[in-house]
């Protein structure tokens, strides 16, 4: 049987704030986050009328001009609700979101009405919060794998030790590269990218140890290798697995050394730089071959991660699309672009063996060809046009594949569809919808509100 001690502790409970009132407006009771809210303590609120804690504010002016609380003239279906600045007894000011319920009359109890508080600034924390889960640096996504490797990007981030990043070509390994290095305390550091593959064997050492002054024909100077360039920040070594083996002896003298030997120098030069080496490559297997030294393996393996193949965060394609479409669109300035319900269809079908390079590409392929400022499926690469008419159909009572929001400015072509959809495969439930959708709850009350206006 439910007893008053159990309902004030559930109300004590509650992070909103409850003021409860009666037919003329004076405080019968409240809740601990409304005396904190309004920074009164919980006794000092009894008695006193409502527009007098709240004075000042748009809201108790028109409650005592109408000499009734306004915000219980709005329906159960549709709160009315006030936003107000409150400056509390000790000076400092407030955020708030204030609406009314409406309580039945009761012979045992006098209240009339409901006062509920918001603190607005927690609303803005959880929206920076969500802000920060979907993005990592230049990386989006809210799929249990991206989340998962989002994760170990920070924990990792904390440590100097070498990180050893695989993954298909085209998955964005150089992007969690630099989310690794914006995240370390070498930020302030500079941050080095060097493509191994791009190098030819014979530049590949002077490039990256660097050469003194006629070390070869045409060393007019001396010049300083990536190593030193990186000193006190990070060096990324993209495409490892395409060192040859001269000079992965070299390159592990450094790992264990911490110093470098320009070409044509026999004194060592000290290096402070965190190591982060790439590779689509099976490099166990190389090292099995014969192709890959061990010992070199295992010092760049000290932090293996992982980045999964975009066919296994397909949950993510909406907000990478929309985020590509944006960048995109200002590099070819055709501003407004933006997909059709159709054609995100498309690119969520198909499997993308070229990861998120491709779907770059085809975004470019269909902003050339599109004849407006809508990307059709007939506006995408053929090869992705037709994937979602040749992918079978979820079988009956499967859940649908949810298509997430992305907050870019240019929301998808029916975007208040596909939120009520959601909405009414969670049966109402708002916290569901907005988990299915990826977005928060103060979001996907926005966009209600403002598709009702």
């Not at 299915?436 to 403002?450: C, D, E, F, Y």
Request: hydrophobic letters at 40%; aromatic letters at 4%; one cysteine or more.
């Amino acid at each position: 049987m439910l007893t008053i001690s159990m309902l004030n502790l559930f109300l004590d409970s509650l992070e909103e704030g409850v003021l409860f009132l009666d037919k003329n407006r004076k405080v019968l009771a409240a809740n601990r986050a409304a005396a904190q809210m309004t920074g009164r303590e919980g006794e000092s609120l009894i008695d006193l009328l409502c527009p007098s804690i709240f004075q000042g504010t748009k809201c108790a002016k028109s409650c005592e001009l109408r000499g009734e609380c306004a915000l219980t003239q709005g329906s159960r279906a549709q709160d009315i609700v006030q936003d107000i600045v409150l400056e509390r007894p000790d000076h400092t000011s407030v955020s708030l979101r204030m609406w009314a319920r409406l309580l039945p009359p009761s012979d045992n109890l006098p209240v009339a009405c409901a006062i509920i508080l918001r603190d607005r600034s927690r609303e803005a924390e959880l929206e920076q919060n969500v802000t920060e889960r979907l993005q990592l640096g230049s990386m989006v996504g809210h799929s249990p794998a991206i989340q998962k490797l989002y994760s170990q990007i920070l924990r990792a981030a904390q440590s100097d030790a070498s990180v050893l990043l695989t993954g298909e070509s085209g998955t964005g390994k150089e992007l969690v590269a630099k989310a690794l290095h914006d995240n370390s305390e070498r930020a302030k550091g500079p941050y080095v990218p060097v493509h191994c593959a791009s190098l030819p064997e014979n530049l590949l050492e002077s490039e990256l140890f660097g050469y003194a002054k006629g070390a070869f024909t045409g060393a007019t100077i001396a010049r300083i290798g990536r190593f030193e360039a990186a000193d006190g920040g990070t060096l990324l070594l993209d495409e490892i697995g395409e060192i040859p083996l001269g000079t992965q002896v070299k390159l592990l003298r450094v790992l264990q050394e911490r110093e470098v030997v320009r070409l044509g120098e026999n004194h060592a030069r000290p290096v402070n730089v965190r190591v982060i080496a790439a590779t689509h490559r099976d490099l166990t297997a190389m090292v099995e071959r014969g192709q890959f030294r061990e010992d070199l393996y295992y010092r760049l393996r000290v932090l293996p991660l992982h980045v999964p193949p975009l066919r296994d965060r397909k949950e993510d394609i909406s907000m990478l699309a929309n985020k590509l479409l944006g960048d995109l669109s200002t590099r070819y300035k055709r501003e407004n672009m933006r997909l059709s319900h159709e054609a995100l269809l498309a690119l969520e079908a198909y499997d993308w063996p070229g990861n998120i390079r491709q779907l770059f590409n085809a975004l470019e392929y269909a902003l050339v060809h599109a004849d407006d400022a809508v990307i059709r499926p007939t506006d995408l690469p053929p090869e992705i046009e037709g994937a979602e008419r040749a992918t079978p159909r979820a079988p009956a009572g499967a859940a649908p594949l949810v298509r997430p929001y992305y907050r870019t400015g240019r929301p998808l072509e029916n975007e208040a569809e596909i939120i009520s959809r959601t909405l009414a495969e969670a049966g109402g439930n708002k916290a569901e919808a907005a988990r299915r959708l990826g977005m928060s709850r103060t979001t996907l009350w926005k966009r209600l509100k403002l598709a009702d206006s």
